[in-house]
């Protein structure tokens, strides 16, 4: 029980992060129902640089920005975090506007696959990317947080919450909130919702199509941006192919909780958090991607619309 | 396009049934090769002269290389030229641009997975023909003189290639089946994950693994080790030819090469015969609209699954050739990156188009084995501080990808069909949403009301295969 428990811990922080990027492609496809490919490669890239910035010194292969380890007083850490945050969310959220802007803008009325491919070949541009910065080897940060079990003092034994996982929640809830915040209730939230529903309609509205779409982007962009931090925080690793296994389990996730949806893209990824914990606790870690995509094939096969349904089930 | 279509019906051939039906077809087709080259050189003289003597190059290449340029045939500048693996990869990867033309071009199904079928291809061969089972006790030899006297299975390759076609078609409709009823982008992400699971189980499917999850049980009593784990299956026979006494590895200098043309040339024959024969016809029809060609009469589901299975099937025969001439084979081979390499290969050279994806599928090859690796060593021996080109081919391809995209969706060798399908893509955006075609050549708007057409039956590139789709129809798709 005591096992189960602390599987249901790490895969809840494993999928919160993975919410923020399954936002980023549930966003994107609700709006120009492009599958964008390379989003999972933008949260690497973001993982990267927040790399370069956090890791402990130039020996370890970073730029000595903000080089902190466990010693690092907590407020000057606090504030280290932050203005990394602040960083890589504006760097990959413009890389992600002008990924838009010069790949699938020009594509908008092309057959749908067409967007698709260059998307995917955004992706291997991006890769590669990553290996010109950072080389083919995987890349690590030590660890910040204390390992202590917080759930000790309430009494708790058997299994254990650290501060690197309050710290994932921490930094993710508020940003999905606010997103949810955003999209429901502001104007520019509002002209998306009515871009998605109808580009052409909402344009004879007034609202201008490029410039939401644009903001589509930099919002996806900005929510993987904040993912790689917590991910080189969280994990302590990164390397040029992360985008790829991230994006695929995220993608899977916006699919599993009905892509187009927000509140589904976050119920799916929760869950895809679950399922990559129990299968490498439980099964073997080696069998972890192939039960992901196990269960990308059988919801797209089987229940397209996903678990809270589609927004934009007709148009899939 | 009905002028096209027309075109198409005057030249389908009698397709037979059976094997006898398709080697009097082949026999037929030979037969009118003369007739039909004097034809083509009458039309058109100088590409049809150029596209010969290209040919005869190729065909004599493996031979002139290796008598009289082994050796410094990769220094050649500034284009250095290809060795005897690096020809016979070109012809896998010709064997499998023709095999997904019939997916992603003809039938119109973009398959991100094709690398399964191209890794259960190397398996079959594998399995039927190594040492592998020897270590399960299983001993069976069959017309194998290249294996005689070892332990385990050993086939013949010329028995193994069909036995993997089977396989691998079978696979390929087992994958069709559960996915026909999805569209487009869907379709692509399923075809993705079944490509990403295939070699994930023959990664896994060793005793390393089953012994984790299993506990202490004696794995070879659960027969556990199925697949050679990360090590994969080595060695692996040979191609062997009794009759000639010649094996055809990597050893054989180019014998191995004109195995690869063979079956290429064999590929690219059946993909003829299947673009313009009764279920080639119907794989455009649902490409060009599903729904309409429903409505004439066609079984969408029994197209879907024939193309998914008979476009297979040819990544089934570039498996076993490759794991046959490597002499082995592994999962770690069969990544993501090979189900794109031969998209960009169909892409590049003109999606739809049996003899431009060849073209691609040569060229990208090429590009990748030989160019590449030339260029940055030269690169680097100004400067070892330079950057490995080799390294980074994918970016390369990436870009190129990129580029193809938006600037020419139709490849370099176009179909006639799918350029005019995809020439709106050509358009900036602002150019598609007022629907103003521009001439690709002068760089002018085209007048759409006042297009002359050409005569019917005229074989050149009309204007009206340019004609403009209206803007935003895709999306519909």
Known sequence: MDQVMQTIIIGLAEGLIFALVALGYTLVYGIIELINFAHGDVFMIGSLIAFFILAPSQAAGGLGIFPITAKTP??????????????????TALLNVAIERLAYRPLRHAPKVAPLITAIAMSFVLQNVG?????????TTESIFPTTNLLAGVGITGFEITLSQVFVAVVTIPLLVGLTWFVAKTRQGKAMRATAQDPDAAGLMGVDINRTIAITFLIGGALAGAAGVVQILYNNVTVWNLGFRFGLNSFTAAVLGGIGNLPGAVLG???????????????????TNAIVFGVLIAILVFRPKGLLGQQLADRA | ???????????????????????????????????????????????????????????????????????????????????????TFMMIFSIMAVGLNIV??????????????????????????????????????????????????????WIVVPIAVIVVATFGALLG???????????????????????????????????????????????????????GINPVDAPFLPILNVVFDARAGFLPVYLGIILMLLAVLVARNLQYSRIGRAWIAIREDETAAEMMGVNTVRTKLLAFALGASFAGVAGALQASYLGATTSDFFDFNISILVLIM????????????????????????????????????????????????????GIILLFMMRF???????????????????????????????????????????IELAPPGQDETGPDSRAPEVPGEGRDQ
Do not use: C
């Open chain 1, 269 to 287: 990824a929760l869950l895809l958090g679950q399922i990559n914990a129990f299968s490498d606790r439980f099964i073997a870690p080696a069998w």
């Open chain 2, 346 to 397: 169909i892409i590049l050279g003109g999606i739809g188009n049996i003899w431009g994806v060849v073209v691609g599928a040569l060229t990208l090859q090429y590009v990748d084995r030989t160019f590449l690796p030339y260029l940055s060593q030269q690169i680097q021996s100004i400067n070892p501080a330079l950057p490995n080109l080799a390294q980074y081919n994918f970016l390369i391809f």
């Open chain 2, 1 to 87: 396009m009905s002028q096209l279509a027309e075109s198409v019906d005057t030249s389908v051939p009698t397709v037979g049934t059976g094997f006898s039906g398709w080697l009097g077809h082949i026999g037929q087709v030979l037969s009118e090769l003369p007739e039909g080259y004097r034809g083509r050189l009458r039309r058109k003289r100088r590409q049809t002269i150029i596209v010969t003597i290209l040919a005869l190059l190729g065909l004599t290449y493996p031979v002139i290389h290796q008598y009289f340029l082994a050796g410094f045939s990769r220094n050649v500048f500034p284009l250095p030229l290809p060795d005897d693996t690096v020809m």
């Open chain 1, 131 to 139: 290996i010109i910065f950072a080389g083919s080897v995987q890349r």
């Open chain 1, 74 to 91: 907590v407020p000057l850490m606090i504030g280290e975090i932050l203005v990394t945050l602040a960083i890589v969310i504006s760097i």
């Open chain 2, 408 to 450: 020419r969706p139709q490849g370099f060798i176009p179909s006639r069909q799918r350029e005019a399908e995809l020439s709106v893509i050509g358009l900036s955006a602002a150019e598609a949403e007022m629907g103003i075609p521009i001439d690709e050549e002068t760089g002018q708007p085209i007048d759409v009301d006042n």
């Open chain 2, 177 to 231: 089946a559960p996915t026909l009823r999805l569209r487009g982008d869907y379709l692509a992400i399923v075809t993705l994950g079944f490509g990403e699971i295939v070699p994930l189980v023959f990664k896994n499917l060793s005793n390393v693994t089953w012994s984790m999850a299993l506990g202490p049980i004696n794995i070879h009593l659960v027969g556990a080790n199925l697949t050679g784990g990360v090590q």
């Open chain 2, 104 to 157: 992603a071009g003809f039938a119109g199904l973009l398959d991100l997975g094709y690398v399964a079928f191209y890794a259960i291809g190397a398996y079959v061969a594998a399995f039927l023909a190594s040492p592998h089972w020897a270590a399960f006790g299983i001993n069976i030899q069959f017309l194998s003189l290249h294996g005689a006297g070892q332990s385990g299975i050993h086939l013949p390759f």
